[in-house]
């Protein structure tokens, strides 16, 4: 099957290629012979209620030194395109939604978009632990320093997230005592107008933050567990956490069974959980990564099984 895939990214320039999970699926796209094009969410516009771009189409290769080459620049309609994938990392603000209703304006107009357009605007990967509470460890969401307070001396020591980051950026571990905590709440919550979660501290944080990776509600069996760099609570690889392999626990696929149904109902194809010890901490729906260290650890093809998955959908939809 030969497709014109747009990917929607921060810039190409300015990736990790050892790393990168996007840059995988790109290559995977090649591969398979397929016309690649490429935009930054500056190059999205509707004109007269039609979604276009400026796309440059690019070759893309295995080589940390020079993993592509531009081909050429193209002003395009969206709907040209067969599939989109929406792969620009957080922070999730206006400007991330006012893509995303591009987006969906090529998608009502025939593209595959993924993940889907108004499902990327429902659901915060912090936020939506809400809806999975058998899941996840004691949460607490709101803008109340009061509120904040009273669940740190429930819990005695909490992790504290704002709602639209990643990377582990600006996320502090506080217990009880700690002469910063009012200040650090002040600013996270900008002294109570900006909503922020707290989440119990999980000890276990020792052993890795999980990720694992699902396709169209299916786990990947190996996790790649996040390891927290001496003296530091993230694992995030941002911050400089380590990675190690781990196969998926009973509990990892327990969880992975209960979130499962509403990804797919949401259509969100390509999706990271979080999970440490036994807890679902964040469910990531915007550009979750991992896929490259996994497959080199294991030896499989993460992104060629997405990419498999998207000829699936295209391929029902033509019968349908």
């Known amino acids: 099957m030969s497709l014109k895939i747009g990917v929607v990214m921060d810039p190409l320039s300015g990736i990790n290629p050892k790393k990168d999970t996007t840059l995988t699926m790109l290559l995977q796209a090649r591969q398979r012979q397929w016309d690649v094009h490429v935009m930054e969410m500056s190059d999205l516009y509707i004109l007269d209620g039609v979604a276009g771009a400026r796309s440059r189409t690019v070759d893309v290769f ?31 603000n206006l400007e991330y939604v006012y893509a ?14 993924l993940n889907k357009p108004q499902s990327l605007r429902d659901v915060n990967e912090k936020l939506w632990t809400a809806w999975f509470t058998d899941c996840a460890p004691p949460t607490l969401v709101s803008r109340d320093q009061a509120r904040f307070r009273q669940f740190l001396d429930q819990y005695r020591k909490i992790v504290l997230k ?19 905590v009012s200040v650090i709440l002040e600013l996270m919550t900008d002294h109570g107008t900006r909503s922020i979660m707290a989440q119990q501290f999980l000890p276990e944080i020792s052993a890795g933050d999980k990720r694992i990776l699902m396709i169209d509600g299916k786990p990947v069996p190996y996790a790649l567990a996040r390891i927290p760099a ?32 509403l990804l797919k109902q949401k259509k969100l194809l390509f999706v990271g959980l979080d999970v440490i010890g036994d807890y679902l901490t964040e469910i ?27 000829e699936n959908y295209l391929g029902n939809e033509e019968k349908q």
């Open 62 to 92: 295995d080589d940390a030194q020079h993993w592509f080459e531009h081909l050429g620049e193209h002003e395009i309609l969206l709907h040209e395109l067969d599939v989109i994938l929406m792969r620009k990392d957080p922070p999730f």
């Open 100 to 113: 995303s209703h591009i987006l969906e304006l090529a998608e009502m107009a025939g593209t595959l978009v």
């Open 162 to 180: 704002p709602l639209d980051g990643m990377g582990g950026a600006s996320i502090f571990v506080v217990q009880q005592g700690d002469p910063n």
């Open 230 to 261: 001496h003296g530091e609570s993230r694992g995030n690889l941002a911050a400089g956490g380590t990675a190690k392999g781990v196969p998926l626990s009973e509990r990892d696929v327990w969880i992975t069974q209960q979130v499962a149904p």
């Open 284 to 310: 990531n729906v915007t550009s979750p990564t991992c896929a490259r260290e996994l497959d080199a650890m294991y030896g499989l093809n993460i992104a060629g099984d997405f990419l498999d998955c998207i």
